[in-house]
């Protein structure tokens, strides 16, 4: 395994614990919000660190000849991040006290971690395709 890939995967299983912990403590407001926080931070950082070494944007583009699997985690890796994107103003409107955004928050929660979970399993079955 590359040095780089061992670097990758350590990296993702940290940020998931990180993000697993934070909606663990979901009741305690500021935890929360710091683990989350932190979480997206540090996988935005992740997919910046894959896009510098291996251009993972010019690969990704040439969706049809790549392979099923890899435009799949693909296209996880992308609704993840707009999800993050997503979730993020309706968090801090629930800080503000916006109790009417509580359920919208709770669905994004529960498909933006699907989704990043999904993303994790997909890079694996990339990795033992190739
Ligand atoms: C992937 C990111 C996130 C996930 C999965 C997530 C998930 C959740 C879940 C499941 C709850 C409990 C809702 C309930 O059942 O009542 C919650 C509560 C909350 N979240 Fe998030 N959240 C995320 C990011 C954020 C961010 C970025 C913020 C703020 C900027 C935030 C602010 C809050 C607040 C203020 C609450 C209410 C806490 C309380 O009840 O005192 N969340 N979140």
Not at 37 to 50: A, E, K, P, R
Not at 89 to 100: A, D, Q, R, V
């Amino acid at each position: 395994m590359k040095i780089s890939s061992i670097l990758f995967f350590s990296q993702s299983i940290f940020i998931m614990a990180i993000l697993f912990t934070g909606v663990y403590y979901r009741k305690i407001k500021t935890k929360h919000i710091k683990l989350m926080g932190t979480g997206i931070i540090w996988d935005l950082i992740l997919i910046l660190q894959i896009e510098l070494t291996r251009h993972a944007i010019n690969t990704a583009s040439k969706a049809l000849t790549n392979p099923m699997i890899l435009n799949i985690h693909v296209s996880f890796s992308v609704l993840t991040v707009l999800l993050y994107f997503t979730i993020i103003p309706t968090g801090l409107s629930l800080k503000k006290g916006n109790e009417n955004i509580r359920k919208t928050h709770r669905f994004l929660g529960v498909t933006t971690l699907t989704s990043r979970t999904l993303v994790f399993i997909t890079s694996i079955m990339v990795y033992f395709l190739n």
